[in-house]
């Protein structure tokens, strides 16, 4: 909408944990204009909105000694992306295997306890693997010391501060021991250059890792960007001929061919086709599309060969604001993914300190050798406190969660609304359009004579002339049986009652029971079938001609085919299912019986469609709302979760938190399975997390060395850290 704040979208560098994210964020929020930003640890990107300019936003990030660039969201923009990262994965991978083949050997070497002493020619194999460590922290490492020093500067701590500490504390310790061995005892002569090395390769090893998983989490939004065509048919100077998809305009007519897909979003003007749309709605059966019916940019065209203009282009394109709003809820960050995102913040600084505190106690408390003991506990305690499982916990779940969701047609908008949709009790269901078709279909033909196709051809040949819905089902049901309707003349609408006209030459009538009554026609003969019609929500309608009663055509709408399964899903789920209408109660009970809703709200006015959530939401219910019109928009913005039939209007859609691209009710229980396991995920790893670092801050400060006689050794602190 033309009101809302510009939303702009970066691509961060030099995160190296979730301590960055919030320094990040500090930095973006802080520059004037920004509104809002959310920073995706897992993805390297942040959505930042307001009144702002791109480059203010990169020169703040880049103040906080972090990188940024501007992304615009273009395909091949997404491609130098997913190259860029696809070559920092082997990077990181030769830097891995850089710092093995020099650590390995060493550590070998150490566990056999056959290291050269530091005297003689043994000192000059130390001073040589000194030189040689140092350039393979400087090859390996380098990003971890510049990481640091620019948090420094910035008067910030984060992850690579912990490792440059720590990887940086065993080399130095090493290389004095090995040029000035009299500094400490005999005892405390301990090198500890194999435990930088492996520690630099595991935790590389960890990031290449961390790199692969974070491209598999973005595998929804690279399938939908795929989904574009990089060129589009255009008919020009009635010519045709191809173009670049960014050089399509706005009404242009557009050839598409059998098997291409649709280019941009438009209106078919010429010929038909059935057209795949499973891409964005889930739903696998192809849509037969005419002239009038609407494309969608993406989809593929199955058939027939069409023409069509071009409505939305660019941005615009359902597929393009779908992309968008993937994008945005993966971005997002409900309540639990915050709090985590605080604890990460103050976590590094709590590190630091229960390091200085080790420090102390070993160097006034340790046995001998003091030194060496008081070095490997600090460096281990700075190496195992990683906080990255911390910072991916929330975002690597959402970024699964939202794309998976999007895979089955149903669009999350936001992280709370992710979150929340698993904590719902109540659903509000709107009837029309939502549980039933939301357009009347013949339902019932009841001839006096049995002869069906004689009264359905004169009540569709009256008919033929008629605006109203009820007339366009009983017409189009008439040309499904292929009946070849009669000339009518004298056609007339008598307000309230029907319509009369000349059939053929015969006077036939069309209406409800005081349309009968006052040309004198009896209906006595179907009361039984009129009651029982009534009661399943049908509209009974009377047919009679020259005078004389022929029988009732019946009109609905008609429930959709998986209302009722969708609904029993909802119930399993434990979810009260409440149907609000405007229609009458006997039609609306009639609906609520066939579908096995629990409680039935008929009646209301559009108007009052919100109160009756809040009523609900007074009672104590986490409500859902689920509807498809214009009038639905306050409801769907009142309730905790608003669900929009993605089929409905582009205001009720821009109303709601998830929208169901299907329109099947089956949606709703989907996107409740998705909340509940995504939040149960970020649960899980959340727990993982905490459990990683409360029980592995303390052993490796050493608390077991008094009772055990055990000290955690850096490696294996550093592969823990990997691997966590």
């Known amino acids: 909408m033309s009101n809302q704040p510009l939303t702009i979208r970066l691509s961060i560098g030099g995160m190296s944990c979730a301590g960055c994210v919030a320094a990040v964020e500090g930095a973006l929020q802080q520059t004037p204009g920004v509104q809002s930003a959310s920073v995706n640890f897992a993805e390297h990107t942040a959505d930042v909105s307001g009144e702002v300019d791109a480059t203010a936003l990169v020169e703040a990030v880049a103040a906080a000694g972090y990188e940024a660039a501007e992304l615009r969201g273009t395909e091949a923009e997404a491609e130098e992306k997913e190259a860029a990262e696809q070559a920092h994965y082997r990077e990181l991978l030769k830097k891995t295997g850089v710092a093995a083949v020099v650590g390995a050997p060493l550590l070998l070497l150490s566990v056999s306890g056959n290291m050269p002493e530091l005297n003689g020619a043994g000192r000059g194999f130390w001073l040589v693997v000194g030189l040689i460590t140092l350039f393979v922290l400087r090859y390996s490492g380098g990003r971890f010391f510049t990481g640091a020093w620019k ?16 990887t940086g504390t065993a080399w130095l310790f090493s290389m004095l021991i090995t040029l000035v061995p009299t500094l400490v005892p005999e005892q405390a002569r301990h090198v500890y250059f194999e435990a930088a090395l492996i520690i630099i390769a595991l935790i590389n090893f960890g990031a290449a890792l961390e790199m692969r998983a974070r491209g598999k989490t973005s595998e929804a939004i690279k399938r939908l960007i795929g989904l574009q065509p990089r060129t589009a048919r255009v008919v020009r100077d009635g010519r045709e001929q191809d173009v ?40 696998p059966m192809p849509v037969e599309k005419q002239t009038g019916d609407e494309v969608a940019a993406g989809t593929l065209n199955k058939s027939g060969s069409f023409l069509y203009r071009a409505t939305r282009i660019g941005k615009d394109t359902a597929l ?25 913040a103050v976590f590094v600084p709590t590190v630091l300190v229960i390091a200085v505190i080790t420090f102390m106690a070993w160097f006034n408390f340790g046995p001998d050798p003091k030194i060496s003991y008081m070095l490997v506990a600090t460096m281990t305690v700075l190496i195992i406190a990683c906080p990255c499982a911390l910072g991916l916990a929330t975002p690597i779940s959402i970024m699964v969660g939202v794309g998976k969701a999007a895979e089955h047609g149903v669009l999350i908008r936001n992280g709370e609304a992710l979150q929340r949709a698993g904590q719902l009790t109540a659903v509000v269901l709107d009837k029309t359009g ?23 051809r004169l009540a569709a040949s009256l008919e033929a002339g008629s605006e109203h819905p009820l007339a366009e089902a009983i017409v189009t049901a ?125 009646e209301v006015l559009p108007e009052h469609k919100a109160d ?71 649960k899980q790893n959340l727990f993982g997390a905490f459990i990683y670092n409360t029980l592995g801050i303390p052993i490796a400060a050493g608390i077991l060395f008094p009772l055990t006689g055990l000290l955690l050794n850096p490696v294996l602190a550093g592969a823990a850290m990997a691997m966590s």
């Open 244 to 283: 670049p998809i960014a050089q399509v305009g706005l009404g242009e007519t557009l050839r598409v061919r059998p098997g291409e897909k649709i280019a941009v979003d438009g209106e078919i003007i010429e010929g038909h086709s059935s057209v795949d749309e499973s891409m964005l709605t889930g739903e």
């Open 151 to 166: 948090s420094f500067r910035n008067h910030n701590a984060n992850m690579d501060t912990l490792i440059a500490l720590g």
């Open 434 to 456: 939502t549980v039933t078709e939301g357009r009347p279909a013949m339902t019932e033909l009841v001839p006096v004579d049995g002869d069906e196709s004689r009264l359905l």
């Open 612 to 682: 009756t959530v809040a009523e609900l939401q007074r009672r104590g219910e986490v409500v859902a709302m689920v509807g498809d019109g214009i009038n639905d928009a306050p409801a769907l913005a009142r309730a905790d979760v608003g669900f929009a039939i993605g089929t409905g209007t582009d205001v009720a859609i821009e109303s709601a938190d998830i929208t169901l691209l299907r329109g099947s009710l089956h949606g709703v229980a989907d996107a409740i399975a998705v909340s509940k396991a995504t939040v149960r995920n970020i």
């Open 320 to 344: 393009a604001r779908i992309i968008q709003m993937v994008r945005q809820a993966q971005n997002a960050k409900p309540a639990i993914g915050r709090l985590a995102d605080r604890i990460a």
């Open 478 to 602: 008439a040309q499904e049986r292929g009946l070849e309707l009669g000339s009518t003349r004298n056609f007339n609408a008598v307000a309230g009652h029907g319509v009369q006209g000349e059939v053929d030459g015969r006077q036939v009538l069309l209406g409800n029971r005081k349309l009968m009554a006052d040309h004198g026609i009896d209906i006595g003969v179907h009361q039984t079938q009129v009651q029982g019609l009534a009661g399943q929500g049908q509209t009974p309608m009377f047919v009679a001609a020259d005078g004389r009663y022929l029988g009732i055509v019946a009109v609905a709408d008609t429930v959709k085919a998986d209302s009722r399964a969708a609904i029993a899903r909802l119930h399993e789920n434990g979810l009260k299912v409440v149907m609000i209408t405007g229609d009458n109660r006997v039609t609306a009970e009639a609906v609520a019986r066939q579908v096995g809703v629990d409680e039935v709200m008929a």
